[in-house]
């Protein structure tokens, strides 16, 4: 399997918990490498953008609100297979459904506030790279 990358993001409700260190230990004990990183706070636009694929679900207002209630951590991550590797690291959806040891296992409060967001194929991760690093020298 190739050397690969994906976009990553510390949620709202895990910066405010200071769970940045400890989100991306658990990541790089994954064997992902954190290439690229910045502090952001999402726009209510940028947010509804960037999960415009959940726009007609039932829970998006509830989503945006959270995504938008204080700032983020986006990340370039890269590794082998990084893409099922950061989304298995990260667990299921549901903190309840989630496997031991995964972040959302550990550290997420709910299905909403459920602390990462991991890019979930080849094409969404070079998208939301592209979107949120433009203009950034990714040093591999
Ligand atoms: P993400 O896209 O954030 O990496 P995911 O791919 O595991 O998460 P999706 O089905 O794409 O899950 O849902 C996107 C996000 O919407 C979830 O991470 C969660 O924050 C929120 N969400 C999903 N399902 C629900 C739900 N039933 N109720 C409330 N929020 C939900
Ligand atoms: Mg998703």
Known sequence: MAVERTFSMIKPDATARNLTGKITAKL??????VV???????SRKQAEGFY?????RPFFGELCDTMTSG??????????NAIARNREVMGATDPAKAAAG???????KN??????HGSDATDTAAQEIAYWFSGTE???
Not at 28 to 33: H, I, N, S, T, V
Not at 36 to 42: E, G, L, T
Not at 102 to 108: G, L, M, N
């Open 28 to 33: 790089e004990e994954a064997g992902l490498r």
């Open 36 to 42: 690229a990183s910045k502090r952001v706070w999402m």
């Open 52 to 56: 415009a694929v959940h726009k007609d």
């Open 71 to 80: 700032p983020t951590i986006v990340q370039v991550l890269e590794g082998e």
């Open 102 to 108: 995964t972040i959302r296992k550990e550290f997420a």
């Open 111 to 116: 299905i909403g506030e459920n602390s990462v």
């Open 138 to 140: 990714i040093v591999g």
